[in-house]
């Protein structure tokens, strides 16, 4: 396995980084936003009255249309929880190396997987950035340690898998279809979520190297909570922007299967991560998808030959994520395959 950017930072007093750390290309600089991030109230939106709930309903369709990413607040998955999640994260990658190597190295559709930068067997360059990544539904696995984690994480994973059941719902509404048709077409309440845990150590030289690269998700939404240190940056109306979150929010960004059940409407955004030289950076973050089995097509509805022929093919979403973690993660190149 290739050695953690964590060990890497940990065993030495790193003055500079690590050539395969360095980024041939800057990136390109982050602006100040002209506006400000959407913020999405999910109080109103699952306990408001009618006129709050279309309200709401609006307020997603912009966020939708016009950024792909939008801070949901009021979400009610309790702090507690949230803080608990982290500090279990934290310990697991704290974990001897040995305790680790059962998810070392393992096939992309393993249940429970851990290393380092994304797909290090296909990288020239690696990202500063460790993982752990574990299929949570319709199956759900945890890893053995920490002892809390099986449990902590059952129930953090089954509160945000229902908050982004709401927010689908509430967005397959903004598009004009029944407020179920995406829960029924993509068939999610058998979806696959995903957690991902990441981490990303203190930088001696973060102007070099790169948390994440510019990518999008697979998935319908993804939900992101993060400690105290920011570094994602989404790309809103070609300019690169620093999404800084509110305290005690969900960061949500549309994913590609959102855009091709929209047809395009809705796009799924681009996003990267900035690494800092002062404090790790942790975010624990769940992609909500269809089932692994659901073909996924433009709604008909969204689809007239002559005004709005469909921009993508059907894939299966197992297929489709397996290509996406198979590859080297690069922009939109994942749904770029299958554009018509
Ligand atoms: O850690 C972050 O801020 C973003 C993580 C991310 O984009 C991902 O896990 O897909
Ligand atoms: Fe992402």
């Avoid at 279990?88 to 190396?97: E, H, M, Y």
Wanted: with cysteine; charged share 20%.
């Amino acid at each position: 396995m290739s050695t953690t950017v964590k060990d890497l930072t940990e065993s030495n007093d790193l003055k500079s980084i690590p050539s395969e750390y360095v980024f041939p290309t800057n990136p390109e600089v982050v602006e100040e936003a002209e506006q400000q991030i959407p913020i999405i109230d999910y109080h109103l939106l699952t306990s408001g009255s009618p006129e709050q709930r279309s309200q709401i309903i609006e307020n997603l369709r912009i966020a939708c249309l016009d950024w792909g990413f939008f801070m949901v607040i009021n979400h009610g998955v309790p702090e507690s929880l949230i803080n608990e999640m982290m500090n279990l994260c934290l310990s697991f990658f704290d974990s001897s190396p040995d305790e680790k190597s059962d998810y070392v190295g393992k096939h992309v559709l393993n249940p429970i997987r851990c290393g380092t930068s994304f797909n290090t067997s296909v990288e020239e360059v690696y990202f500063w950035r460790d993982y752990l990544k574990i299929l949570v539904h319709p199956e759900f696995h945890a890893p053995l340690k920490p002892q809390a984690f099986r449990n902590i994480s059952y129930e953090y994973c089954k509160r945000t898998r229902e908050v982004a059941k709401e927010l689908v719902n509430a967005i397959s509404e903004s598009l004009g279809l029944e407020e179920d048709y995406i829960e029924k077409a993509l068939e999610t309440k058998s979806g696959l979520q995903i957690l991902i845990v990441n981490l990303y150590p203190p930088c001696p030289q973060p102007e070099l190297a790169m948390g994440m690269p510019p990518h999008s998700d697979h998935g319908l939404l993804t939900l992101l909570a993060q400690n105290e240190i920011g570094g994602l940056q989404i790309k809103h109306k070609g300019k690169w922007i620093a999404a800084n979150a509110l305290p005690n929010s969900f960061m949500v960004n549309i994913g590609d299967h959102m855009e091709i059940l929209s047809n395009g409407k809705y796009k799924s955004i681009l996003h990267r991560v900035a690494v800092n030289t002062k404090a790790t950076r942790v975010t624990v973050v769940t992609a909500n998808g269809p089932s692994s089995d659901a073909v996924v097509t433009p709604a008909p509805d969204l689809v007239d030959c002559e005004n709005y022929p469909p921009l993508y093919r059907g894939m299966k979403y197992r297929e489709y994520v397996e290509l996406q973690q198979s590859n080297q993660l690069h922009g939109k190149s994942c749904l770029d395959r299958i554009r018509v």
